[in-house]
């Protein structure tokens, strides 16, 4: 099993990325083409989000920003308690050179 760099998550040793963040698995730093989406080679946490819609809605704000993200929703909807007895529905990382202009975009998304 490969562990991830990023969120520690015990990951199948064929594994390209990480499923929960989008990481980038090997150690090989080699920048990855694809053709389809760019991939989140220094992931970051934008947000912890303990709503499902809520969660929803800023991967929305962030895809019509051009603004890749990956979150750690799990396929059966399940959402995880964390330190102090909260919830989390979904942890939405971003690329490093994305944070400033997500994390506005998480702020006015906030006060509206």
Do not use: W
Request: a negative charge.
């Amino acid at each position: 099993m490969k562990i991830c760099h990023v969120c520690k998550k015990e990951c199948e040793d064929n594994a390209e990325l990480c499923p929960v963040c989008g990481a980038y698995l090997t150690s090989d730093t080699e920048e990855i083409e694809t053709t389809e989406e760019k991939i989140i080679e220094n992931p970051v946490l934008l947000a912890s989000i303990d709503d499902v819609v809520s969660a929803e809605i800023l991967r929305d704000i962030l895809n019509s920003n051009s603004i890749p993200n990956s979150g750690s929703e799990s396929s059966e909807g399940a959402m995880k308690v964390v330190f102090g007895g909260g919830f989390v529905a979904e942890e939405i990382y971003v690329d490093s050179c994305d944070f400033e202009k997500a994390e506005e975009l998480y702020k006015e998304f906030l006060e509206s």
